[in-house]
């Protein structure tokens, strides 16, 4: 039997989601035999440790007899626990320089590391995240924002909300403006954004409809991958190619700059992906985006005027046209940022029952054994080394980047 350790989470601020929950836990234990569920005691957790112990899951300081452990976060490298297994997400894929000290500290600490970010189905697609509830929390922060903005309607904190229903039950009676919103994106994130926006009664139109009038009713469109980007040489647009050879694109964003007023960014970035817009594009007369919710939040990414990460307790900053620094939020010549980097952390609760289903559905019977697919093209790092699938990381964990 192997022993699966839930662990403290050890960032700052603390993030309070979990990986399994009370009533997740008991059910593996009664209906998979090969696991038993173990939970490090935390006093910061959205799950009690009392609720874990009640649930009939032993709750202790040391898990350091467990096999594999799961956490949520990048795990602090004085916490990491030699020879073990970890999930998490590490937020390495992506060569993030923050978390190269992390990168070498797992190999040394001989530890394999699987990270959620890299769990796939066969067709490429993610199999587990809190996609869904990071665009729920940063759609309603990026209303919010521009609310207070305006002035014309106030929305509260989603984290003063103790569920998802409780939060949709605000919405009740809300009286919008005739904004127009963009919306980027068709993945999880995005899916929650929409939630939020059929959820006020924003009405939804195709997006060249959307460039082309006003409309006296608050508005939003989504725009998708061929609304976004076209090959420079043709102006088409090829899903796969896209994904394998983004660098032969740009974007055709500009003309909504142009048209909207809150943008809801939900499109996955890396460095050859085209950005929306560059930097001076905001300087522009014409460009008169008020709001921009960067959900997926890449500082200087797909946003580039995304300046970085705030806090839950503080999610806006403004970002000057002219200078494009930072200031404070809602000023007459700023654009105000939303960006933050653990939104589900707002509905820790119902963001984590969520997690937890995926991962028992799609994952956890895979991690016994070695003849996994999905588990060996997720698993970054094995015996010291950085696996086939990671092994462009190699600079990147040496330092030498």
Same mark, same amino acid.
Request: hydrophobic share 35%; glycine share 8%.
């Given at each position: ?10 960032? #700052?601020p603390?993030?309070? %989601? ?25 006093p910061?957790?959205?799950f ?7 649930a ?20 602090p490298? /004085?916490?990491?626990?030699?020879? /073990?297994t ?6 390495? /894929?992506?060569?993030q320089?923050? !978390?190269?000290?992390?990168? %070498? ?6 530890i ?14 993610? $199999? ?11 759609a ?12 014309l ?11 998802f ?16 919103i ?11 954004i ?7 009664g ?10 082309t ?9 989504q ?6 980007y076209e090959?420079m040489?043709?102006?088409? *647009?090829?899903?796969? +190619? ?6 032969q ?5 500009l ?5 909207t ?10 460095? !050859?992906?085209?950005?929306l ?13 008020? #709001? ?12 580039? $005027?995304?300046?970085g ?5 503080h ?6 046209? !002219?200078t494009?620094?930072k200031?404070e939020?809602?000023?007459k ?9 653990n ?12 997690f ?9 019977e @895979?991690l016994?054994?070695n003849?996994? +697919?999905?588990?060996?093209?997720a #698993?970054m790092? @094995? ?8 092994? *462009? ?7 030498r980047?």
């Amino acid at each position: 039997m192997l022993r699966i350790g839930l662990i403290r989470e050890g960032k #700052t601020p603390a993030d309070t %989601r979990v990986a399994l929950t009370p009533a997740q836990c008991k059910w593996i234990h009664k209906n998979v035999t090969a696991f038993q569920v173990v939970v490090q005691s935390s006093p910061d957790r959205c799950f009690s440790d009392r609720e874990y112990l009640m649930a009939g899951v032993e709750v202790k300081d040391d898990i350091s007899d467990c096999d594999i452990l799961l956490g949520i976060k990048e795990v602090p490298i /004085k916490n990491l626990i030699a020879n /073990k297994t970890y999930l998490f997400f590490s937020h390495t /894929k992506k060569m993030q320089a923050h !978390n190269q000290p992390l990168m %070498r500290a797992i190999l040394d600490k001989n530890i394999r590391l699987i990270d959620y970010e890299c769990l796939e189905h066969e067709d490429g697609q993610r $199999i587990i995240g809190f996609g869904f509830f990071a665009g729920v929390v940063g759609a309603h922060n990026g209303m919010m924002a521009y609310g207070n903005r305006s002035g014309l309607f106030a929305l509260g904190r989603v984290y003063q909300q103790r569920s998802f229903r409780e939060l949709i039950h605000t919405y009740f009676g809300l009286r919008l403006p005739n904004v127009k919103i963009a919306v980027t994106g068709s993945g999880r994130v995005a899916h929650g954004i929409l939630e939020v926006m059929n959820l006020m009664g924003i009405h939804e139109v195709e997006p060249d409809e959307y460039l082309t009038r006003r409309f006296p009713y608050p508005v939003y469109t989504q725009l998708k991958g061929a609304d976004l980007y076209e090959r420079m040489d043709n102006g088409r *647009y090829s899903r796969d +190619e896209f994904h394998h050879e983004p660098q032969q694109y740009r974007s055709k964003f500009l003309p909504y700059t142009k048209q909207t007023d809150i943008l809801m960014n939900g499109v996955y970035w890396e460095k !050859n992906i085209p950005r929306l817009f560059e930097k001076e594009d905001v300087q522009n007369e014409d460009f008169i985006i008020q #709001t921009i919710a960067d959900i997926t939040d890449d500082e200087n990414g797909s946003v580039p $005027i995304n300046l970085g990460d705030q806090s839950i307790a503080h999610p806006v900053y403004g970002v000057n046209k !002219n200078t494009l620094q930072k200031t404070e939020p809602y000023l007459k010549d700023s654009i105000d940022i939303m960006a933050v980097g653990n939104l589900p952390n707002e509905l820790p609760r119902d963001a984590s029952r969520y997690f937890g289903e995926q991962l028992i559905k799609h994952v956890l019977e @895979n991690l016994t054994g070695n003849g996994s +697919e999905i588990i060996n093209k997720a #698993t970054m790092t @094995n015996n010291g080394n950085l696996t086939t699938y990671y092994s *462009y990381l190699q600079d990147y964990a040496d330092g030498r980047l």
